[in-house]
């Protein structure tokens, strides 16, 4: 079993729809979430960041986490083309450790928002 | 502008030599972490470094070292012992207590 895993894309959605995006985890120390936004050829840039149990929202992007499940996701509202990218989820163990930035990846997904 | 720099952007490696990939941040972050991708799949973690003159193996340092003199700057050097070079490295930093890591632009490396 994958550490991290997120849904098989693509996903395809039509503009103006909302974009669902889910994590599953394995190891329940977990206790940083992250969701990154990747374009073709670039580098990941951090969007969503979760610590706690419920939702976090900022402008179009909500995270939700329940960390009994084990489950992290996104949902992008009134989605655009010009978020068509590809999303990672990224998880990492308690930050008072010595794990400080040791991101676990999931393969990401490719969202795709069509006119 | 504070950031993380990559250089070169695109790099290109005979078989069997070395080549070294440099990042640089200006953003005071104490650790620094480098990853690499391969296509259609996440990152995975090559080294990291907490704190200048110390570093750690990641999940895939076979073939690969670091160095870590000063704070700014944490250069990862390809050897020829990695057996599958070519893919894209990204080089990111944090804060000291932090996950929450920040990205270069990347290096594209290919080898030829």
């Known amino acids: 079993q994958k550490e991290v895993e997120q849904n098989s894309g693509p996903l395809s959605v039509p503009e103006g729809a909302i974009a669902s995006l889910n994590c599953t985890y394995s190891?329940?120390?977990?206790?940083?979430f992250f969701w990154y936004r990747q374009y073709s050829g670039k580098s990941p840039e951090l969007i969503m960041s979760?610590?706690?149990?419920g939702d976090k929202e900022d402008g179009r992007f909500t995270a939700q986490l329940n960390k009994a499940s084990q489950y992290v996701s996104l949902l992008i509202r009134d989605s655009q083309p010009s978020d068509s990218a590809t999303y990672l989820c990224?998880?990492?163990?308690?930050?008072?450790?010595?794990?400080?930035?040791?991101?676990?990846f999931g393969q990401g997904t490719i969202l795709t928002v069509h006119p | 502008d504070g950031g993380i720099t990559q250089s070169p952007k695109y790099l290109f490696r005979k078989e069997g030599q070395n080549v070294t990939l440099s990042c640089e941040q200006n953003?005071?972050?104490?650790?620094m972490y480098w990853y690499r991708q391969d296509p259609g799949q996440g990152l995975r973690l090559i080294y990291y470094?907490?704190?200048?003159?110390?570093?750690q193996k990641g999940d895939i340092a076979e073939g690969y070292s670091v160095s870590r003199e000063k704070k700014e700057s944490f250069p990862l050097t390809v050897t020829s012992a990695q057996k599958n070079p070519t893919a894209f490295y990204l080089c990111?930093?944090?804060?000291?207590?932090?996950?929450?890591?920040?990205f270069g632009q990347g290096t594209r490396l290919t080898v030829v």
């Open positions: 990111a930093s944090s804060i000291t207590g932090s996950t929450e890591a920040f």
């Open positions: 190891d329940r120390g977990s206790q940083s």
């Open positions: 979760i610590y706690s149990n």
């Open positions: 990224a998880v990492a163990p308690n930050a008072g450790g010595t794990s400080y930035g040791k991101l676990t």
């Open positions: 953003l005071n972050h104490d650790a």
């Open positions: 470094s907490q704190i200048v003159n110390d570093f």
